[in-house]
Nanobody
């Protein structure tokens, strides 16, 4: 069983930046595609970004393209989400995901973290 632990959420002003981290542990495979989804109150869950195990392939939701960057450190089995030019509509709980398959924007990831709150407000 893979455990995913997110960190880095918090309160930031519009136009500001945050970096989320997600560390994976456990499981029997060291090769996981990883990514991020988010869900705001009263809204459906939304795909944010994903990265293949090799890091060669990255995927972004339309609402974050050009502002967010996903990256990973395989030695630490950790994925990062650098969020710049944050807007109030980015406010949501952000969930880290992982799967042995390279699923891209699909929500069929086997493993999900507990989530970290990101609030963008002045």
């Amino acid at each position: 069983q893979v455990q995913l632990v997110e960190s880095g959420g918090g309160l930031v002003q519009p136009g500001g930046s945050l970096r989320l981290s997600c560390a994976a542990s456990g499981g029997t495979s060291s090769s996981y595609a990883m990514g991020w989804f988010r869900q705001a109150p009263g809204k459906e869950r939304e795909f944010v970004a994903a990265i293949s195990w090799s890091g060669f392939s990255t995927y972004y939701g339309d609402s974050v393209k050009g502002r967010f960057t996903i990256s990973r450190d395989n030695a630490k089995i950790t994925v990062y989400l650098q969020m710049n030019s944050l807007k109030p509509e980015d406010t949501a709980v952000y969930y880290c995901v992982a799967d042995e398959m390279n699923l891209g924007p699909s929500d069929e990831y086997d493993y999900w973290g507990q989530g970290t709150q990101v609030t963008v407000s002045s």
